[in-house]
């Protein structure tokens, strides 16, 4: 970033390419409605039964609580780097630099075995309806989805987002459909309300109790996640300290009721007396609903697959591609990842970077277990202690922030008391998701009981990484990891600078 006389900074991504509905749909895609509406259905189904909806319900006010602090914090510093600029001003760049660490086990890692376990799906449904076996079509759809996606990413984020909205549309709407199949014509127990009833979680055999419903809180958070997706695009949207904020806002909203509304519905058309069909249901609850009820129009729910794959894809490389670009601006990643095509002003070397990470983190997984479980383990429990990682970091930053920085805007129910809620309900839920702290029943299996080792492995070689740094005297990029675009006046990138080159002589 250079520095204007004004005192103003400056990008050389494309400034205003992006109005508020297409950054929503970043987020909306990110999200990943038809993938968080059916993929997950049987999991969080087993673990809550009945009130699987419910725990959505919970998750909504959760993730509304995390959307909050990212709320607060872009409207106060609008960057590529997100999560990395908002720690890195508040709480010294190193743990920023740890925090978009983690974050990429989040939005770069998700993409590679998004693709993979579409792949697996369509061959799995070829096999089932036509006896037609493509065992290597999970490879195919990593190689095909990194590619296009790249593509996609390199002509520039003005085709992104227009493609973005007409994927985003095409799935929303088929899995609106299935949805409303389902109340239509409901299952053993009919239409009812008891999805949302407290007193049915853990009463019977079919789920795993209060501590199940309890993980499937955490999972239904996953299922939320891509709502931060517009933090890293706001160099490059219209007014980002007023869009940024309330595409938030508006994706945790929009896909919080949309998911509410899939899971009830397809609890329904199996039948709310019928858990257990859910629970042990050889296909996706989804896709099963589809075939007893559309006939030879379940093939539209892989077309509402194919819309969610691509679009996750994109928009995770989107968000993946801005984070090295500012990484790299800021020399905290190696330059190269700071180059900016001169004419589409797309970070190219970034894009080539994310799509080789996509083909590799999609093939490698899948070769070593199968791209099912490689989905499951990475997208659904890597991730989410990754990202949970990066959000309780966030709330500690913006209660920092507001207090040191903007003490006449610190507001005790927005940056103190939500931050530490949200805080708090995340690390309770993960201790209950785990050895020693989760019932026997509730423990995850191997290879899923290694989720944690892998986060704590990546987590040391980040610090590994900073400690190299330190010993060969590499800290010019402390000193501006806290900048943000567009601060109307010098004095708060004077303080940034400040206290960047003050952690610096620490070194």
Same mark, same amino acid.
């Given at each position: 970033?250079?520095?204007?006389?004004?005192?103003?900074?400056?990008?050389?991504?494309?400034?205003?390419?992006? %109005?508020?509905?297409?950054?929503?749909?970043?987020?909306?895609t990110h999200i990943a409605p038809a993938?968080?509406?059916?993929?997950?259905?049987?999991?969080?189904?087993?673990?809550?039964?009945?009130?699987?909806?419910?725990?959505?319900?919970?998750?909504?006010?959760?993730?509304?609580?995390? /959307?909050?602090?990212?709320? @607060?914090?872009?409207?106060?510093?609008?960057?590529?780097?997100?999560?990395?600029?908002?720690?890195?001003?508040? !709480?010294?760049?190193?743990?920023?630099?740890?925090?978009?660490?983690?974050?990429?086990?989040?939005?770069?890692?998700?993409?590679?075995?998004?693709?993979?376990?579409?792949?697996?799906?369509?061959?799995?449904?070829?096999?089932?309806?036509?006896?037609?076996?493509?065992?290597?079509?999970?490879?195919?759809?990593?190689?095909?989805?990194?590619?296009?996606?790249?593509?996609? @990413? &390199?002509?520039?984020?003005?085709?992104?987002?227009?493609?973005?909205?007409?994927?985003?549309? #095409?799935?929303?709407?088929?899995?609106?459909?299935?949805?409303?199949?389902?109340?239509a014509s409901p299952g053993p127990g009919?239409?009812?309300?008891?999805?949302?009833?407290?007193?049915?979680?853990?009463?019977?055999?079919?789920?795993? $109790?209060?501590?199940?419903?309890?993980?499937?809180?955490?999972?239904?958070?996953?299922?939320?996640? /891509?709502?931060?997706?517009?933090?890293?695009?706001?160099?490059?949207?219209?007014?980002?300290?007023?869009?940024?904020?309330?595409?938030?806002?508006?994706? #945790?909203?929009? !896909?919080?009721?949309?998911?509410?509304?899939? &899971?009830?519905?397809?609890?329904?058309?199996?039948?709310?007396?019928?858990?257990? $069909? +859910?629970?042990?249901?050889?296909?996706?609850?989804?896709?099963?609903?589809?075939?007893?009820?559309?006939?030879? /129009?379940?093939?539209? +729910?892989?077309?509402?697959?194919?819309?969610?794959?691509?679009?996750?894809? !994109?928009?995770?490389?989107?968000?993946?591609t801005r984070m090295w670009y500012a990484? /790299?601006? =800021?020399?905290?990643?190696?330059?190269?990842?700071?180059?900016?095509?001169?004419?589409?002003?797309?970070?190219?070397?970034?894009?080539?970077? @994310?799509?080789?990470?996509?083909?590799?983190?999609?093939? +490698?997984?899948?070769?070593?277990?199968?791209?099912?479980?490689?989905?499951?383990?990475?997208?659904?429990?890597?991730?989410?202690?990754?990202?949970?990682?990066?959000?309780?970091?966030? =709330?500690?930053?913006?209660?920092?922030?507001?207090?040191?920085?903007?003490?006449?805007?610190?507001?005790?129910?927005?940056? %103190?008391?939500?931050?530490?809620?949200?805080?708090?309900?995340?690390?309770?839920?993960?201790? @209950?998701? &785990?050895?020693?702290?989760?019932?026997?029943?509730?423990?995850?299996?191997?290879?899923?009981?290694?989720?944690?080792?892998?986060?704590?492995?990546?987590?040391? #070689?980040?610090?590994?990484?900073?400690?190299? &740094?330190?010993?060969?005297?590499?800290?010019?990029?402390?000193?501006?990891?806290?900048?943000?675009?567009?601060?109307?006046?010098?004095?708060?990138?004077?303080?940034?600078?400040?206290?960047?080159?003050?952690?610096?002589?620490?070194?």
């Open positions: 970033m250079a520095e204007t006389t004004a005192g103003r900074m400056q990008t050389d991504l494309k400034p205003n390419s992006l %109005g508020l509905l297409g950054v929503t749909m970043q987020a909306i993938i968080a509406a059916l993929f997950f259905t049987q999991f969080l189904v087993t673990l809550a039964g009945v009130t699987a909806p419910l725990a959505y319900v919970a998750a909504v006010v959760l993730v509304l609580m995390l /959307g909050n602090t990212l709320i @607060q914090l872009s409207r106060a510093l609008p960057s590529a780097g997100g999560y990395y600029t908002y720690v890195s001003r508040a !709480l010294g760049a190193r743990l920023g630099f740890l925090t978009s660490w983690m974050f990429i086990l989040y939005s770069p890692m998700a993409g590679g075995v998004v693709c993979g376990f579409f792949g697996f799906i369509v061959a799995g449904e070829l096999k089932a309806a036509y006896n037609v076996d493509f065992p290597w079509l999970w490879a195919a759809a990593v190689i095909v989805g990194a590619v296009s996606v790249a593509i996609f @990413q &390199y002509i520039g984020i003005e085709l992104s987002a227009r493609t973005l909205l007409i994927t985003g549309g #095409i799935e929303i709407l088929i899995v609106l459909a299935l949805a409303i199949t389902g109340f009919g239409f009812s309300f008891a999805v949302f009833n407290p007193g049915n979680i853990g009463n019977n055999t079919t789920t795993l $109790g209060v501590a199940g419903f309890t993980l499937g809180i955490i999972l239904a958070v996953q299922g939320l996640t /891509g709502w931060e997706a517009a933090a890293p695009l706001a160099e490059e949207t219209q007014d980002p300290k007023t869009n940024t904020p309330r595409s938030v806002l508006l994706s #945790i909203l929009i !896909l919080g009721v949309f998911l509410v509304f899939t &899971y009830w519905g397809v609890i329904t058309g199996f039948g709310v007396d019928n858990i257990k $069909g +859910i629970q042990g249901s050889p296909d996706l609850p989804g896709l099963a609903l589809a075939h007893a009820k559309w006939g030879a /129009g379940w093939w539209l +729910i892989l077309l509402a697959f194919l819309s969610s794959t691509f679009a996750v894809t !994109l928009a995770t490389a989107n968000v993946s990484l /790299g601006r =800021n020399g905290a990643f190696p330059t190269f990842f700071a180059k900016v095509h001169p004419t589409h002003r797309t970070p190219t070397n970034a894009i080539y970077a @994310q799509a080789i990470l996509t083909l590799a983190s999609g093939l +490698i997984a899948g070769f070593i277990w199968n791209s099912q479980v490689a989905f499951f383990l990475l997208s659904g429990l890597v991730l989410v202690i990754g990202v949970a990682f990066v959000y309780i970091a966030a =709330n500690f930053a913006v209660t920092v922030y507001y207090w040191r920085e903007r003490r006449a805007e610190f507001n005790w129910l927005w940056h %103190g008391i939500l931050p530490a809620a949200a805080t708090l309900i995340l690390l309770y839920a993960l201790a @209950q998701s &785990y050895p020693p702290f989760c019932p026997a029943v509730n423990c995850p299996v191997d290879p899923y009981l290694k989720a944690p080792l892998v986060d704590i492995v990546w987590l040391v #070689i980040g610090v590994a990484i900073l400690l190299f &740094y330190s010993a060969t005297g590499k800290s010019e990029w402390i000193k501006t990891a806290g900048a943000a675009l567009g601060e109307e006046s010098g004095d708060d990138i004077g303080m940034a600078r400040a206290r960047g080159e003050q952690e610096s002589a620490r070194v």
